[in-house]
């Protein structure tokens, strides 16, 4: 009974919150997902991002960021804009329009958590949201909130992929989803063939070192490899071609998220307004966005490497 009122009030607190969904599973290690990390870690895929490879352990057991934990909570929450840029500007990928989904998810999650304590009682457990040694992914696929397309990405089958995955892992039984049986990808192979730098390799497999988003934010390298010159297809800022072209995002509707509405400047400036725009003024308009992880320089090497 206990267990059954208490999904049911962790269900209707993420709501409250603006969450467009909430799956729950069970506390388990993801042995299936340790083997595809691990060999994806050994080809090489992760680039120059060596923070993929620590806290293996971690990654593949929630018991080992919580002890005794038993649920993991999976929220979604859209991002997909209402408007879109001009057809000219410099492309930035649509999760940076608004502000930095890290800190709007963050103080959604210590609310939440607040909330199960205030409401359920002493509850352990602690939030996530890309940050942290957590297969976001996984437990979003196996709390029933969707397939993993074969761009890498979750795919909701009402809402696409448009959406930001925050976990939260407690020391709490409750009733658990059934993960979705079907992959509805089937044969469509949208994302391969129009990803710029074939980076989405068959088996749903990314090789993260090839993909625009890699180049534009991970990779902190005064130079972009010049073997990709001319690949970027106008990208500064990230990439969404291969979710702009999956069937599944017909399904995106405009987040109600006040906070991710579009900066005026990501919608309207021109190649040139960027190109003249100086630090002082980047910090300034940008404090609060996504961008500010590329910094000005690496905004301007970006915009430099696509003009070529």
């Known amino acids: 009974m206990d267990k059954a009122l208490h999904t049911r009030q962790i269900r209707s607190f993420a709501a ?24 994806w870690l050994n080809k090489g895929f992760q680039g120059s991002m060596g923070y993929m490879e620590n806290y293996f352990d971690l990654r593949i057991d929630p018991t080992r960021l919580v002890p005794g934990a038993k649920s993991v909570i999976t929220l979604l929450l859209n991002y997909f804009p209402a408007e879109t840029q001009q057809p000219q500007a410099p492309k930035i990928a649509k999760y940076a329009y608004g502000e930095d989904y890290h800190e709007v998810i963050r103080a959604k999650l210590r609310t939440f958590q607040q909330m199960i304590r205030d409401t359920i009682g002493e509850v352990n457990g602690r939030g996530f949201v890309d940050s942290a040694p957590v297969l976001e992914r996984a437990w979003a696929k196996k709390s029933g909130l969707g397939w993993i397309g ?137 404090k609060d966005s996504p961008l500010k992880r590329s910094k000005w320089k690496g905004i301007q090497r970006n915009l430099n490497f696509i003009k070529l």
């Open 16 to 39: 409250q919150l603006g969450f467009d969904y909430c799956g729950i599973a069970k506390a388990v290690q993801l042995q299936e997902d340790a083997r595809r990390l691990e060999l």
């Open 150 to 286: 074969k761009n890498g990405n979750l795919i909701h089958p009402k809402a696409g992929s448009f959406f930001f995955i925050a976990t939260m892992i407690v020391d709490l039984d409750l009733e658990y989803d059934d993960p979705i049986a079907k992959d509805y990808c089937g044969t469509c192979t949208r994302c391969i063939d129009a990803c710029p730098t074939q980076a989405i390799l068959p088996g749903k497999v990314v090789d993260g070192s090839k993909c625009i988003s890699y180049f534009t934010i991970e990779l902190k390298d005064l130079l972009i490899p010049s073997e990709v010159k001319g690949d970027f297809e106008g990208w500064m800022f990230g990439c969404d071609t291969c979710q702009d072209v999956c069937p599944w995002n017909r399904f995106s509707k405009p987040t109600q998220e006040k906070a991710f509405a579009p900066l005026p400047e990501i919608l309207n400036f021109s190649t040139n307004e960027w190109e003249v725009l100086t630090e002082d003024a980047f910090r300034k308009i940008f």
